[in-house]
């Protein structure tokens, strides 16, 4: 058998396990920087990664720029998509107020689900090759430019709103990438872009991060504001945001490609907890730190922490403006150890602007001893008949 025929006879192999695994997506392209590279550049130098300090670290840029640092012996870049449910496969419940979680997180976290994955793909190659090949894997985790390599390797292209879109698959895909000694030949890359004139995204975006060169402020958007913002989320984007309580699917549930192609259930892999999707705002503002561990410890929202994820949920309590909430979220104010979370919940009764939250407010404002507190709580005095 010659060297071609083994190598295509591999790829077949590969992509016939990939399907069994419930990865719909497989491509190969070569582990050299791709022609994105300088918009990634020239995103960080312009600050828009906001928080994200160590996407601009020296190391980061250097690996980005120089893939092939990753993993020296590594002559094939292997890129895989699996699928997750769209926001469409649960409607929202229509009863008390709840939030939103992006449906990417309503399952088992990728994170741990996709780089196994990966590793059965490899152990098959290394059964038809007969011999350990060197590899490295990635899924969100390290230095990478996944969308890109992706697109490299004929997965889709990058559309306006940052995403990968398929032609036929749409968007709502987890990607996962392995650097392997092996030598395959790459896929033809996707080399057109069929988002044309649509602005679709860009005009339904709530705090208008997406920027017009296919970048995202990531400063202003939601997905950075409810997961890798630590801190306060800026009192001028809180009403913008709705009940998203975790990341955020707008820009890509007004996708055309997703409205037309986007299948409704996850790949079979995706180890889906249904239960999650919506949260139940005062329920689960009152979680202990032992309670968020046992809800999501083992899902992607475990990443924004107790005390960011219940600062969203108390976000999302102010832009329901629901009276019924006042009682949740005084008994925050005035019990809940974490400030970050203190602070927002005085925001949210603000926004509730009733005698009962003013009365809430108040009381809190005599025994409160963190000046940020204070601040916020003053501030939603000032906003309160």
Same mark, same amino acid.
């Given at each position: 058998?010659?060297?071609?025929? +083994?190598? /295509?006879?591999?790829?077949?192999?590969?992509?016939?396990?990939?399907?069994?695994?419930?990865?719909?997506?497989?491509? *190969?392209?070569?582990?050299?920087?791709?022609?994105?590279?300088?918009?990634?550049?020239?995103?960080?130098?312009?600050?828009?990664?906001?928080?994200?300090?160590?996407?601009?670290?020296?190391? +980061?840029?250097?690996?980005?720029?120089?893939?092939?640092?990753?993993?020296?012996?590594? !002559?094939?870049?292997?890129?895989?998509?699996?699928?997750?449910?769209?926001?469409?496969?649960?409607?929202?419940?229509?009863?008390?107020?709840?939030?939103?979680?992006?449906?990417?997180?309503?399952?088992?976290? @990728?994170?741990?689900?996709?780089?196994?994955?990966?590793?059965?793909?490899?152990?098959?190659?290394?059964? @038809?090759?007969?011999?350990? *090949?060197?590899?490295?894997? @990635?899924?969100?985790?390290?230095?990478?430019?996944?969308?890109?390599?992706?697109? !490299?390797?004929?997965?889709?292209?990058?559309?306006?709103?940052?995403?990968?879109?398929?032609?036929?698959?749409?968007?709502?895909?987890?990607?996962?990438?392995?650097?392997?000694?092996?030598?395959?030949?790459?896929?033809?890359?996707?080399?057109?872009?069929?988002?044309?004139?649509?602005?679709?995204?860009?005009?339904?975006?709530?705090?208008?991060?997406?920027?017009? +060169?296919?970048?995202?402020?990531?400063?202003?958007?939601?997905?950075?504001?409810?997961?890798?913002?630590?801190?306060?989320?800026?009192?001028?984007?809180?009403?913008?945001?709705?009940?998203?309580?975790?990341?955020?699917?707008?820009?890509?549930?007004?996708?055309?490609? +997703?409205?037309?192609?986007?299948?409704?259930?996850?790949?079979?892999?995706?180890?889906?907890?249904?239960?999650?999707?919506?949260?139940?705002?005062?329920?689960?503002?009152?979680?202990?730190?032992?309670?968020?561990?046992?809800?999501?410890?083992?899902?992607?929202?475990?990443?924004?922490?107790?005390?960011?994820?219940?600062?969203?949920?108390?976000?999302?309590?102010?832009?329901?403006?629901?009276?019924?909430?006042?009682?949740?979220?005084?008994?925050?104010? !005035?019990?809940?150890?974490?400030?970050? *979370?203190?602070?927002?919940?005085?925001?949210?009764?603000?926004?509730?602007?009733?005698?009962?939250?003013?009365?809430?407010?108040?009381?809190?404002?005599?025994?409160?001893?963190?000046?940020?507190? !204070?601040?916020?709580? /003053?501030?939603?005095?000032?906003?309160?008949?």
């Amino acid at each position: 058998m010659s060297g071609s025929s +083994n190598t /295509n006879s591999l790829i077949e192999i590969l992509h016939f396990k990939a399907e069994q695994l419930g990865l719909e997506l497989l491509g *190969i392209t070569v582990p050299v920087a791709p022609p994105h590279l300088s918009t990634y550049l020239g995103w960080i130098a312009q600050g828009h990664h906001a928080g994200m300090a160590y996407m601009a670290s020296e190391r +980061n840029r250097f690996l980005r720029t120089h893939p092939e640092a990753i993993l020296p012996e590594a !002559q094939a870049l292997l890129v895989v998509g699996m699928r997750y449910p769209a926001p469409h496969a649960l409607p929202p419940p229509s009863s008390h107020p709840v939030g939103r979680i992006a449906s990417y997180a309503w399952g088992k976290d @990728y994170h741990l689900t996709l780089p196994a994955l990966l590793q059965e793909l490899l152990k098959v190659a290394e059964e @038809y090759l007969g011999h350990p *090949i060197p590899s490295r894997l @990635y899924c969100d985790t390290g230095p990478v430019l996944e969308r890109d390599f992706a697109q !490299q390797a004929g997965l889709g292209w990058i559309g306006k709103n940052t995403c990968l879109i398929h032609p036929r698959k749409g968007s709502y895909f987890f990607l996962g990438e392995a650097f392997i000694g092996a030598p395959l030949p790459p896929t033809p890359a996707f080399s057109t872009d069929h988002c044309g004139t649509c602005r679709r995204c860009i005009e339904a975006c709530p705090t208008q991060c997406i920027l017009p +060169n296919r970048t995202i402020d990531a400063g202003r958007c939601i997905s950075y504001l409810t997961i890798e913002n630590k801190g306060a989320i800026p009192r001028a984007l809180r009403p913008r945001m709705g009940n998203w309580v975790f990341g955020c699917d707008i820009c890509q549930m007004v996708c055309p490609w +997703n409205l037309r192609f986007a299948k409704a259930d996850g790949s079979p892999a995706f180890e889906m907890y249904p239960e999650i999707a919506y949260p139940d705002l005062r329920r689960e503002l009152r979680l202990t730190p032992e309670a968020f561990k046992e809800r999501y410890g083992k899902t992607p929202v475990i990443r924004a922490r107790r005390r960011g994820f219940l600062r969203n949920l108390a976000v999302a309590l102010g832009n329901a403006a629901d009276p019924s909430t006042v009682p949740t979220l005084g008994q925050v104010l !005035q019990e809940e150890p974490e400030p970050l *979370i203190r602070s927002h919940a005085a925001w949210a009764l603000g926004r509730i602007q009733t005698r009962a939250a003013r009365y809430v407010l108040e009381k809190a404002r005599k025994s409160e001893p963190i000046p940020e507190v !204070q601040m916020e709580i /003053n501030a939603a005095l000032e906003e309160t008949p």
